[in-house]
């Protein structure tokens, strides 16, 4: 993420009361991805979980 770190995400993940996941499964909701996304953003798009862009994911945060 260019706008934090991702211990910062993890954090304000947690403080609006979701869980943070350091693998994608089934049990993902969505997966945050960044300028070079990897090996998880291809399991996100296998298993169908919806994918989001550090802009989605600040404006989710805000609600």
């Known amino acids: ?3 934090m770190t991702r ?8 403080e609006k009361g979701g869980r943070v996941a350091s693998q994608v499964s089934r049990n993902v909701d969505y997966v945050v ?4 996304p990897g090996s998880k953003l291809i399991k996100a798009k296998q298993l169908g979980i919806k994918t989001i862009n550090e802009e989605e994911f600040l404006k989710m945060l805000e609600e």
């Open 1 to 3: 993420l260019k706008s």
């Open 7 to 14: 211990e910062k995400a993890k954090k304000m993940v947690i």
């Open 33 to 36: 991805v960044g300028e070079s």
